[in-house]
């Protein structure tokens, strides 16, 4: 043969080996690859069953850790709610003043769950003045047991507002004395007659004085509704003796006279001093012997007793030892 035949069938015999070798790696290839993905696949399908089982197992427990998650950080909340209204309250003071000057009534206020000052606890009759604020809120910053005021008068139980405005009791006229009341005033209170603070029975301003600690806010406002505990009346003491209207009737002092005051007991004592009297003006009448006549301008008979009650000077005429006294009053000027 020639050799450029011979060189052409080894050529072709080698490409016929390639192929033949080729298709057969291709088909045993093919097979392993795809019979792999199978098995994968089958295993995949099982592990995804199992799964699927496992989350069903479970759901259930997870779903109850979910609530009791929930129910934990409902109570959790709510607790902190509650320590936010505990510490709150723990930081502001426990009562709110509104003063109504257009009623002249003052009433306290305190906390209710929710830490607002929603709970009228107390009404207080009260006198304001031209200097009153007539709106605003104020926070006290100071008190005293005794404060000089104007017109070298004494406020008990004074407790400040702000600047001269206070809260204090009818001015005495001695510090310390409180049978120094100024009883004319006393009978003033529930109406407009203060030069500007805001006048109190004395055991509400005492009760102001050691309830009320710096830091309580005062409101002013007028209105012709008293408030949800209206207004409380005051007890009207002018007409009544030296030893008690010199006394604020609700001082708890315990040498306070009111305390032991009892007007049926006084009504019927001054009865019976009114019929004591007049039987010793007749005993002693009968009794006396017969006198010269005397000048009647200079003589004191009943005919002649004098009886003239002013706001400032009483003068009376005692039968009995035929003299005349006479009582003043001391009017200070505020």
Not at 10 to 30: A, D, P, Q, W
Not at 178 to 198: F, N, Q, R
Request: aromatic share 10%; net charge neutral; glycine share 4%.
């Amino acid at each position: 043969m020639k050799p450029k035949k011979l060189i052409l069938l080894t050529i072709s015999i080698v490409l016929l080996t390639m192929i033949i070798f080729v298709i057969y790696y291709y088909e045993n290839f093919t097979q392993t690859e795809t019979s792999a993905p199978a098995v994968n696949m089958q295993e995949s399908i099982n592990n995804s069953a199992s799964s699927e089982i496992d989350i069903t197992q479970l759901e259930d427990p997870s779903q109850e850790n979910i609530i009791n998650e929930l129910s934990q950080n409902t109570y959790t909340n709510q607790d902190n709610t509650k320590n936010i209204v505990q510490k709150k309250n723990a930081n502001t003071p426990p009562y709110y003043i509104k003063v109504n000057y257009g009623a002249q009534v003052v009433t306290i206020y305190q906390k209710d769950e929710n830490g607002n000052y929603t709970i009228p606890l107390k009404a207080m009759v009260c006198s304001t003045g031209d200097a009153t604020p007539t709106s605003g809120v104020y926070s006290i910053p100071a008190r005293w047991e005794w404060l000089r005021l104007q017109g070298y008068v004494w406020g008990h139980y004074s407790t400040q507002i702000k600047g001269n405005i206070l809260f204090h009791s009818v001015p005495y006229l001695r510090k310390g004395d409180p049978a120094s009341l100024e009883y004319w005033e006393y009978d003033k209170l529930g109406t407009y007659a203060s030069a500007g603070c805001v006048r109190l029975k004395v055991s509400d301003a005492k009760w102001i004085y050691n309830n009320c600690k710096n830091g309580t806010n005062v409101e002013f406002y007028s209105s012709s509704d008293p408030g949800p505990l209206g207004k409380p009346s005051s007890k009207k003491i002018s007409s009544y003796s030296d030893e008690l209207r010199n006394w604020d009737p609700t001082d708890s002092n315990p040498n306070n006279p009111w305390k032991s005051y009892k007007p049926n007991n006084n009504n019927n004592n001054n009865n019976n001093n009114n019929n004591n009297n007049s039987n010793n003006n007749d005993n002693s009448t009968s009794n006396q012997p017969n006198k010269p006549t005397t000048n009647p301008d200079k003589t004191n008979t009943i005919q002649n007793t004098v009886v003239n009650d002013t706001k400032t000077n009483t003068i009376t005429s005692d039968l009995k030892n035929n003299t005349i006294t006479q009582n003043s009053l001391t009017n200070t000027i505020k």
